[in-house]
């Protein structure tokens, strides 16, 4: 009610000559009993624009659903967040698969090598001859066995040096 | 629907003029409601939305008429007097015959504003939810309108 006293008083303002016209009857009207029908008429086009767009819809089989749905997948949206994921799950593989190898390296480092004679020697009959020969290193070889002939012949000079004359008479 | 629909209805109509064209829009607003009701956000009342819709019918039909059709005599206001006058649907006294000619001066949303608050009596808070435009502005739309119409009539 206030907001048309607030209508009408603001009309009064700024046009007298407009306010005083009457206008409860506009002039326009409607057919009999249109506003009783419009309901009806409204929901048949509802009903009949249903009808219509079902009809139209193709019957589908297993094989154009899992097609639909495909073809979902890769509409933008959907595809961006397929990349991603996938990106994502490559990168792993790859960090993980790097770590092993460096894992494996690692743990190899950690064993002496008298560990590693050790189990060579227990397990010989499991190696090839041929990569242990190639295995050995020539250079120091002979260093060892060098070293290893002079310290017998030290070994033998002192049990000579023990022994009497007569003893090494006797040995002769 | 029943509580809305003669309200919407002559808003239409005043805008469109014929009954043919306001009964197609206004059925086709109500189709619109009824599909969309799911997305009514309550951010306004039903009624502003519901006046919003049928707003944006209406001027796509008048937008589509006016492309269609070429311009002629009967597009200036006597011309839709004219028709007026020739419409079964429509029965007005001359005042009324004068008063929905100097509405056919008026550009499409001054003509709008005057009729949301002339005859709709909407307050300018509930124009600018339908019409998305500032209070001030609607006001200073109305007050143009209702001078330009007394004018209009005044020399008549």
């Known amino acids: 009610m206030k907001n048309t006293d607030d209508i009408k008083k603001e009309l009064e303002e700024l046009s007298p000559f407009l306010s005083k016209r009457k206008k409860e009857k506009e002039g326009f009207e409607v057919p009999t009993n249109y506003f009783r029908k419009l309901p009806d008429l409204i929901m048949d086009r509802i ?24 073809q979902l997948l890769l509409q933008p949206q959907y595809a961006m967040a397929l990349a991603s994921i996938a990106i994502f799950i490559m990168v792993s593989i ?9 894992l494996g390296a690692n743990t190899l480092a950690e064993v002496s090598d008298e560990e590693i004679n050790s189990y060579v020697m227990d397990n010989l009959e499991e190696f090839e001859i041929d990569l242990l020969m ?3 290193d020539e250079e120091n070889l002979e260093k060892e066995i060098e070293s290893e002939s002079s310290s017998d012949d030290d070994y033998l000079d002192n049990i000579i040096d023990d022994l009497s004359d007569k003893e090494l008479e006797e040995l002769m | 629907m029943q509580k809305y629909q003669e309200k919407l209805y002559w808003h239409v109509r005043r805008m469109l003029m014929d009954h043919d064209d306001a009964n197609d829009v206004i059925q086709n ?8 009701i799911h997305r009514f956000e309550r951010k306004s009342k039903l009624y502003t939305w519901l006046y919003r819709i049928a707003t944006n019918e209406a001027i796509t039909h008048l937008n589509k008429q006016k492309k269609k059709a070429v311009a002629s005599i009967d597009d200036d206001e006597i011309g839709i007097s004219h028709r007026l006058e020739a419409d079964a649907y429509f029965d007005g006294e001359e005042a009324q015959l004068q008063l929905q000619r100097a509405l056919n001066t008026l550009p499409d949303k001054q003509k709008l504003v005057f009729n949301l ?23 200073a739309s109305y007050h ?13």
């Not at chain 1, 790859?94 to 460096?102: M, V």
């Not at chain 2, 143009?144 to 008549?156: G, N, S």
Request: contains cysteine.
């Open chain 1, 47 to 70: 009903q009949e624009e249903e009808t219509l767009s079902s009809s139209s819809a193709p019957t589908t089989n297993w094989l154009d659903q899992i097609i639909e749905r495909i």
């Open chain 1, 94 to 102: 790859f960090f993980f698969e790097q770590d092993n190898a460096l």
């Open chain 2, 117 to 139: 608050r002339y005859f709709d009596e909407m307050s300018y808070k509930e124009m600018a939810e339908v019409l998305d435009t500032s209070v001030g502005a609607l006001k």
């Open chain 1, 134 to 136: 190639d295995a050995i």
């Open chain 2, 29 to 36: 607003c109500f189709i619109k409601v009824y599909k969309s």
């Open chain 2, 144 to 156: 143009h309108a209702v001078k330009k119409i007394e004018q209009y009539i005044r020399a008549l």
